[in-house]
């Protein structure tokens, strides 16, 4: 067979042609820029263009599969469309490869990549094994593929983009937040919120839903009290006691998941659910926690070079690791090796006169974790923060947040808004972010003059954070610091 991807360059689309390649198809494919993915593509020997130029693509194509990223009325997408060739929407094609599978599927707004790739780790070092197409470049496997023909689970990313995450039916489902994103797509935060909700309710009755707790609600059944149902499966009842919150941290209605399925609940805040983490300390920056599970406590679980979000994370991914039959050394031994994402609290340099983190957030509640991390682990430094905002729209509906997330760096300094696939939306720049920021120590550059500037700011730590093309710069700037 041979695939066509229109937008190869994704993260997620990388993924599948890295997939269909590696079983035997032709791959080729279209994206608007090169990028270090598509060249690495390209020395897997898939051939890709970066021309908008329906007469590059090959006539023999048997299915075409391209991503909403890409627009609809370019040159190729129109031509392909009234070719007669099968289209696909990534998300569709990840949906047909994954029935027949346990699919293990980790949605929310935020820490999906990183829970998506700790999950795939946790069970590839056990033994158990899985395959997974992740939504980041994961270091233990230096890829976003990993293929195990003999293992019954398939760990995905469940983006909640354009509704995609429902072309899926997981055997466990995660979900991490929803906090209001691509308002674009969904209008209001309801119709996110109802997406959520059949997201869940398509889990199979036999697996189950790992829920970070505060946001679910699940219904006793008619006339049950809260009390153990009798049937002595344990997780039935270590659930039961979150049916009264109605809402969630930020007033957000809490979902509604059926009482037909087995739910348990996590934090890294609290000791309400049946999976929490205790005694969070950081020792010569590696962390260190006691995880509580619904059966123990295991004491003084490590995660190296990391940061205190992904705390949060491996007790998501630890709860459907030892759902699926992780024993303690196992989950303790994967914990501990795993090395993270790149751009994900992605260490370039760490030295005693310079730190430079880069990382993929975009959201307010993404920059607000990142940079809490990045001050409970250098305390007494002076951190200089770079932004690339991510999308008109989202800097419109969210600047007010933006500001107020970026305002406890030391010194702030912003980058032009990175388009993605919309066109500019008039008197929306980041300067409508850097006027609302309470500071003195704030900067509006170009890209060209960051490195300068940065230098000139003397910083103990840099963090650059955005999902646009800020990527391009972390190389410039980290060479420029090394120096």
Do not use: W
């Not at 009264?244 to 957000?252: A, C, M, N, R, V």
């Amino acid at each position: 067979m041979t695939y066509y991807f229109l937008g190869i360059g994704g993260i997620g689309m990388s993924a599948l042609a890295r997939f269909f390649k590696r079983s035997g198809h032709t791959v080729c494919g279209y994206d608007r820029t090169e990028s270090p993915l598509t060249k690495l593509l390209e020395s897997e020997g898939i051939a890709i263009h970066y021309d908008d130029n329906p007469d590059l693509i090959p006539s023999n194509i048997d299915l075409v599969i391209y991503t909403p990223a890409v627009p609809q009325d370019t040159n190729e997408f129109q031509h392909l469309l009234h070719s007669g060739v099968v289209m696909k929407k990534r998300s569709q094609v990840l949906g047909e490869l994954t029935r027949g599978k346990k699919c293990i599927a980790v949605a929310g707004s935020h820490g999906k990549t990183t829970t998506t790739a700790m999950i795939a780790h946790l069970l590839d070092k056990s033994g158990i094994g899985c395959s997974a197409f992740l939504g980041g470049i994961a270091k233990n496997f230096n890829s976003n593929l990993l293929v195990n023909d003999n293992s019954e689970y398939v760990v995905v990313e469940a983006d909640e983009y354009d509704r995609s995450f429902l072309q899926l039916h997981p055997f466990y489902s995660v979900i991490t937040a929803t906090d209001p994103d691509h308002l674009d797509i969904y209008g209001t935060l309801e119709n996110l919120l109802q997406a959520f909700e059949q997201f869940a309710s398509q889990t199979d009755i036999d697996g189950a839903l790992f829920v970070k707790e505060g946001l679910a609600v699940t219904p006793a059944p008619d006339g049950e009290e809260d009390h153990d149902d009798g049937n002595g499966e344990e997780g039935t009842t270590a659930h039961k006691h979150h049916h009264h919150h109605h809402h969630d941290d930020d007033g957000h209605r809490a979902l509604k998941i059926g009482s037909e399925h087995k739910v348990y609940s996590y934090t890294a805040r609290g000791i309400e659910a049946d999976y929490y983490a205790i005694n969070v300390r950081n020792y010569h920056g590696n962390i260190y926690f006691d995880l509580r599970t619904p059966g123990k406590v295991l004491y003084d679980i490590e995660l190296q070079n990391s940061c205190l979000y992904n705390v949060e994370n491996a007790v998501a991914a630890a709860a459907v690791a030892m759902t699926c039959g992780l024993d303690e050394y196992q989950l303790r031994n994967g914990l501990k090796t795993f090395a993270g994402i790149q751009r994900r609290f992605d260490y370039r340099i760490k030295t005693n006169d310079i730190v430079y983190i880069d990382d993929y957030a975009h959201h307010p509640r993404e920059i607000s974790a990142t940079i809490e991390s990045v001050k409970y682990l250098f305390p007494d430094k002076r951190i200089v923060g770079i932004f690339q905002p991510h999308l008109y729209s989202r800097t419109r509906d969210l600047a007010d947040d933006f500001a107020e997330a970026l305002k406890p760096l030391d010194e702030i300094v912003l980058l032009p808004i990175y388009p993605a696939r919309e066109k500019p939306i008039p008197g929306v720049s980041s300067g409508m972010i850097l006027r609302k920021i309470d500071s003195m120590n704030k900067y509006l550059t170009s890209k060209d003059q960051l490195a300068d500037l940065v230098e000139a700011l003397c910083p103990d730590v840099v963090l650059t954070m955005g999902a646009g093309d800020i990527d391009r710069l972390v190389p410039v700037l980290e060479e420029r610091l090394r120096n």
